[in-house]
């Protein structure tokens, strides 16, 4: 079960960099650096004193690091969390932090978020940041786990560019990937 849902995630990071430099010309993956790993930052508001973390690699390009670290992400039941996403180009040593690129494109880009299985209902994600247009960027956001008991589920991170730079067209998917987690006393 471990290693088919290690599959599953590892099926659902998408391999590309993202970046462009015109956005009238066609978004093209190949010249800049990519996205090899997701790290999901969550610092509590309230409700817990732990900031929870999470990374995930593209393990074709980054083969001698795990896949996740940690293996899930734990969150505590009934806090409120300030989240950021960080991308990284881990392939180059020291690793190459992407996020003031994507950042600087922001009008380009935008992050989404889904929750599913037994935590499905249980999580809520809002406060998205937005760009110099006032779209949704959602690089940041906030996080809120309501009560219950203990629980597991995913986390689909989804990051999403546009080529006509005012989010109205068809994006490319630049990231998609599943993050476990599991909702913790």
């Known amino acids: 079960m471990k290693a088919t849902f ?6 659902s990071f998408i391999i590309a ?5 015109n956005p009238t010309e066609p978004h ?6 990519p996205v090899t790993t997701l790290e999901a930052v969550l610092t509590p508001q ?9 990374l995930i690699r593209d393990t074709t390009l980054v083969a001698v690091r795990p896949m996740t670290e940690p293996d899930t992400l734990r ?8 989240g950021v996403i960080n991308l990284y180009d881990e392939s180059k040593s020291p690793r190459v932090s992407l996020n003031a690129e994507i950042d600087e494109e922001a009008a380009s880009h935008r992050f989404e ?3 599913a299985g037994g935590i499905g ?17 959602g690089r940041t956001f906030t996080l809120t786990v309501t009560g219950g008991a203990p629980a597991t589920g995913t986390l689909r991170i989804q990051v999403f560019h546009y080529d006509d730079g005012n989010k109205s067209g068809v994006p490319e ?6 993050l476990p987690v599991a909702l913790v006393n």
């Open 6 to 11: 290690f599959s599953l995630v590892l099926t």
């Open 113 to 115: 978020y889904t929750v």
């Open 17 to 21: 960099g993202c970046s462009e430099k």
């Open 173 to 178: 998917t630049d990231r998609d990937v599943l």
């Open 46 to 54: 309230s409700g817990d004193t732990e900031t929870r973390s999470i």
């Open 75 to 82: 969150l505590k039941i009934g806090a409120v969390y300030a």
């Open 121 to 137: 209902t249980r999580i809520s994600i809002g406060n998205l940041n937005t760009d110099p247009n006032a779209a949704v960027y």
């Open 28 to 33: 093209d993956h190949d010249d800049h650096d």
